[in-house]
């Protein structure tokens, strides 16, 4: 048995710089991974879509400029293959920036398996065994497959990845963040896209009115939308996969050429033997922890997604923050000190922080709103891009954010004025007064804070 100060299972954003900042203090550090370094963000989620939406961006303007006096004469062909390694590039880059890291670091062993608990201190990987005074779980999630499909060939977040032809008619099962994404790339790359939701619209935490203008944007791009689908099953046959669904009462038939199952996401707890070691999951399968991130054992602690309180990146950093603070900082971090906050990269750009409309509502909190649409803003006008809308809530009793959803061009980074302003705890009046740049569609949220109407 090896001996260790501190042990990390996973090296997804949370797990690398706590193994530093362990191992700068002194800690006799291992880090478990028995896939790829860097997780989900690296090798399937964050990278390497987002380097997809900028070539389904790159298609897109060079195919919708003739209003801008921008004429494209000839084909406009896309190469997939050459979109995958420019992805894979970017992909190893930041797996090849991790192991170098920890060969470099001392006090890091880097530990290639599969991890799983012998008991509350001990860890077993492969026919070794190790033990650590303080264990930090940093094993992420994977994507959830409904037992109706998972013996049918399909295609996951990972896979689609993969491809090299673009499909031809790609089929969507789900209707949240992963659909969309997906589904918007894939048809500026040339697919037929028909997504198929259960609920009553896209994206079921969103507000309504939300739901329905990304709703507007998919159908005017030509993506089918069928909601209150609840599928069932699918069946491959030859080149073909035909999903069978009830829809509005009936029940139907779909079929396409490839398959993405896009419903949900869950934690990689299962084959830790957590049982052995007296830790706790709730019953979705998330660990559960307190404000430290401590599980219900006190030297174990749980970070990202497997502990159910983030799913993204920034929130599985943010964890590393608060356990990190508590070992070596003087200033503390809470888990409630977080505001929810995230972006959906279809185009334009969702992006949320803190309360919505129907969370207000819920809550009963009185509050007024403030909303612009984005055709009255002069620079999205400029640009051409003067889809959708602004909203801020503003809380009665104490003038302060409660929340902010924004559709529209570069939403995914103006954002973060509300973001740092509710951080702040300052009052909605700090960026009303404030004097913003033009031509900016971030000089506009001073303009409507000064409108604010009873919500």
């Not at 589904?183 to 935490?205: A, H, W, Y």
């Not at 599928?231 to 009830?246: E, F, P």
Request: charged share 30%; proline share 3%; net charge negative.
């Amino acid at each position: 048995m090896e001996e260790f100060d501190a042990i990390i299972i996973g090296t997804g954003q949370a797990g690398p710089p706590l193994a530093a900042n362990l191992a700068k203090n002194g800690f006799r550090t291992a880090i478990i991974e028995k896939s790829h370094l860097g997780g989900t963000c690296v090798n399937d989620g964050c990278t390497p879509t987002k380097a997809y939406v900028a070539s389904a961006r790159r298609i897109f303007a060079a195919g919708n400029s003739e209003e801008h006096g921008v004429v494209l004469e000839g084909e406009l062909r896309v190469d997939l293959k050459k979109i995958k390694t420019r992805k894979d590039e970017l992909v190893q880059e930041s797996r090849s920036g991790l192991e170098k890291m920890f060969a470099d670091t001392e006090n890091i062993t880097l530990i290639r398996g599969e991890a799983t608990f012998i008991d509350e201190h001990t860890l077993q990987v492969g026919e070794k065994e190790y033990r650590a005074g303080k264990i930090y779980i940093n094993v992420g999630g994977r994507p959830r497959i409904p037992d109706d499909f998972k013996e049918v060939e399909h295609l996951t977040n990972d896979s689609i990845l993969e491809l090299e032809e673009i499909p031809e008619h790609l089929i969507i099962v789900g209707g949240g963040y992963v659909g969309l994404e997906f589904g918007q790339m894939f048809r500026r790359f040339g697919s037929r896209v028909t997504i198929l939701e259960r609920g009553e619209q896209l994206l079921e935490k969103e507000d309504e009115d939300i739901a329905e203008e990304i709703a507007a944007i998919f159908k005017d791009s030509g993506i089918e939308v069928k909601l209150k689908s609840n599928c069932i099953s699918a069946v491959r046959s030859g080149n073909a996969i035909t999903v069978k669904y009830d829809c509005e009462e009936n029940r139907e038939d779909i079929t396409g050429s490839h398959l993405l199952l896009a419903t949900g996401r869950i934690s990689n707890t299962e084959d830790l033997g957590l049982e052995r070691a007296g830790v706790k999951l709730d019953d979705k399968g998330y660990i559960v922890v307190n404000e430290k991130l401590q599980t219900s054992v006190p030297h174990i602690w749980a970070m990202g997604d497997c502990n159910g309180e983030g799913a993204f990146t920034h929130t599985a950093y943010n964890d590393f923050q608060i356990v990190n603070s508590h070992l070596f900082e003087k200033r503390k971090r809470f888990l409630s000190d977080r505001f929810t906050c995230y972006a959906a990269f279809i185009d334009p750009p969702l992006a949320r922080v803190g309360l919505n409309g129907n969370d207000i509502k819920e809550q009963g909190i009185k509050a007024k709103v403030a909303i612009m649409p984005m055709n009255k803003i002069a620079r999205a006008k400029e640009k051409g891009e003067t889809a959708r809308k602004l909203k801020i809530f503003i809380e009665n009793n104490t003038n302060k954010i409660l929340g902010a959803t924004f559709l529209g061009t570069g939403a995914d980074e103006y954002i973060h004025t509300i973001i740092d302003q509710m951080y702040a705890g300052a009052s909605y009046e700090i960026i009303r007064d404030a004097v913003h740049i033009h031509p900016t569609v971030s000089e506009l949220l001073p303009t409507m804070l000064g409108d604010l109407k009873e919500f």
